[in-house]
Nanobody, 123 residues
Framework: QVQLVESGGGSVQAGGSLRVSCAASGLLTGNICMAWFRQAPGKEREGVANINTISTTSYADSVKGRFTISKDNAKNTLYLQMNSLKPEDTGMYYC?????????????????WGQGTQVTVSS
């Protein structure tokens, strides 16, 4: 059974940095796309970044140049390094996975989800 467990969220002032992690376990073998989504209060969940089996990455325009997605295959862990944080980055950050090499930013395409970790950026 696939499990995704996020950690590393917290509170930070605008301009600061945080790194969130997602520990993956279970039947995650072969071609895998992993992604970070976020959901702000009162808003829909949106794709932030994704990374495929060969480490090709994609980012939402709102985070390009500030966030970096990466993975450590040996540790089965996905990361999101967030720099130059803004108040609008506040939200619950979710890790997600789909068992295909092709990545998308649509939440409907992902079958595995973590419980989320809260990121709060104050001005």
């Amino acid at each position: 059974q696939v499990q995704l467990v996020e950690s590393g969220g917290g509170s930070v002032q605008a301009g600061g940095s945080l790194r969130v992690s997602c520990a993956a376990s279970g039947l995650l073998t072969g071609n895998i796309c992993m992604a970070w989504f976020r959901q702000a209060p009162g808003k829909e969940r949106e794709g932030v970044a994704n990374i495929n089996t060969i480490s090709t990455t994609s980012y939402a325009d709102s985070v390009k140049g500030r966030f970096t997605i990466s993975k450590d295959n040996a540790k089965n862990t996905l990361y999101l390094q967030m720099n130059s944080l803004k108040p609008e980055d506040t939200g619950m950050y979710y890790c997600a996975a789909r068992t295909t090499w092709f990545c998308t930013s649509a939440q409907r395409d992902f079958g595995y989800w973590g419980q989320g970790t809260q990121v709060t950026v104050s001005s």
